[in-house]
T-cell receptor
Framework: TQTVSQSDAHVTVFEGDSVELRCNYS??????LSWYIQHHGRGLQFLLK??????VVQGVNGFEAEFSKSDSSFHLRKASVHWSDSAVYFC?????????????FGEGTKLTVSS | DPKIIQKPKYLVAVTGSEKILICEQY?????MYWYRQSAKKPLEFMFS???????DNQTASSRFQPQSSKKNHLDLQITALKPDDSATYFC?????????????FGSGTRLTVL
């Protein structure tokens, strides 16, 4: 069974702070990981993904994530957050079953950026 | 302009009734999906379609039936509605159905069953 967990339900930081949102996965095969963001009342938007190569991947709006096989992690980071980064962030692993992809999402981490 | 249109945005239904959630995508994608998000559970995969064919179904209940009348349409029919069906239903699409693909989501239909 492939699962993903996000240990922090809520994270609060001040504008300009750095932030790390944690994601851990469990799976024995090749791994496909991604992060999505959901602003209040909206659908999910893609941030970044990893499936091979450089373990540090760059995404939109200054976000990056680092894959670690030894820690089974794919944490999301941003060096300096803006108030508009306030949203819920979802980590996801991708399965392939029956000829199509299926994303399994973590519980989500709500990031609040205070000014 | 939104590239994935979901209608209606809000929907209120009575227990036992039937509703259809509409999804149209204008991204030229060949794979489409339904996900459900409720207060009790995280985002939950429901169905995937590729070239208008059902590829994966993780919904235990036959009350949920996807319908693909056109390549860029994937509607969701829900019959015999229950209060537990209350959730936001998201439609998504990807170019193909590969594991490495990016999914694009609509803004959702919030269903409330009274």
């Amino acid at each position: 069974t492939q699962t993903v967990s996000q240990s922090d339900a809520h994270v609060t930081v001040f504008e300009g702070d750095s932030v790390e949102l944690r994601c851990n996965y469990s799976y024995g095969g090749s791994i496909y990981l991604s992060w999505y963001i959901q602003h209040h009342g909206r659908g999910l938007q893609f941030l970044l993904k990893y499936y091979s190569g450089n373990p540090v991947v760059q995404g939109v709006n200054g976000f990056e994530a680092e894959f670690s096989k030894s820690d089974s992690s794919f944490h999301l980071r941003k060096a300096s957050v803006h108030w508009s980064d306030s949203a819920v962030y979802f980590c996801a692993v991708s399965l392939s079953q029956g000829g199509s992809a299926k994303l399994i999402f973590g519980e989500g981490t709500k990031l609040t950026v205070s000014s | 302009d939104p590239k994935i249109i979901q209608k209606p945005k809000y929907l209120v239904a009575v227990t036992g009734s039937e509703k259809i959630l509409i999804c149209e995508q204008y991204l030229g994608h060949n794979a489409m999906y339904w996900y459900r998000q409720s207060a009790k559970k995280p985002l939950e995969f429901m169905f995937s379609y590729s070239y208008q064919k059902l590829m994966d179904n993780q919904t235990a209940s036959s009350r949920f039936q996807p319908q693909s009348s056109k390549k860029n349409h994937l509607d969701l029919q829900i019959t015999a509605l229950k209060p537990d069906d209350s959730a936001t239903y998201f439609c998504a699409s990807s170019q193909e159905g590969g594991r490495a693909e990016t999914l694009y989501f609509g803004s959702g239909t919030r269903l409330t069953v009274l």
